[in-house]
């Protein structure tokens, strides 16, 4: 059964860190293009970034982030522990959402994967 399980969510003050975890089993996805969304309460889900694969590993010199978390994010991956983790810094109120990975296969248009999700939530 392939599973993708979040970790790492919780509550922090704005200003603060979080390392969200995103393990995979069930199958390497190893060449796969591994993303995280979220989804805010009420609103639509969004990107927030993705890792794509190169040279053998998550490569993030092929990395995407939205505006909304670019300089403040950072995507990455461990392709032996078959994990992809978000450092999240510099957080604001706005960034409280439920947050997904996703993992789309090699030569595919879209996320084929998708976890459950982990709650963040920012005070002010």
């Known amino acids: 059964q392939v599973q993708l399980v979040e970790s790492g969510g919780g509550l922090v003050q704005a200003g603060g860190s979080l390392r969200l975890s995103c393990a995979a089993s069930?199958?390497?996805?190893?060449?796969?293009?591994m993303g995280w969304f979220r989804q805010a309460a009420g609103k639509d889900r969004e990107f927030v970034a993705t890792?794509?694969?190169?040279?053998?590993?998550?490569?993030?010199?092929?990395?995407y982030y939205a505006d909304s978390v670019k300089s403040r994010f950072t995507i990455s991956g461990d392709k032996v522990k078959n994990t992809v983790y978000l450092q999240m810094n510099s957080l604001k109120p706005e960034d409280t959402a439920v947050y997904y990975c996703a993992a789309q296969p090699p030569g595919g248009v879209t996320y084929d994967y998708w976890g459950q999700g982990t709650q963040v939530t920012v005070s002010s």
């Open positions: 890792i794509r694969w190169s040279g053998g590993r998550w490569s993030g010199d092929i990395s």
């Open positions: 069930g199958r390497t996805f190893s060449s796969y293009a």
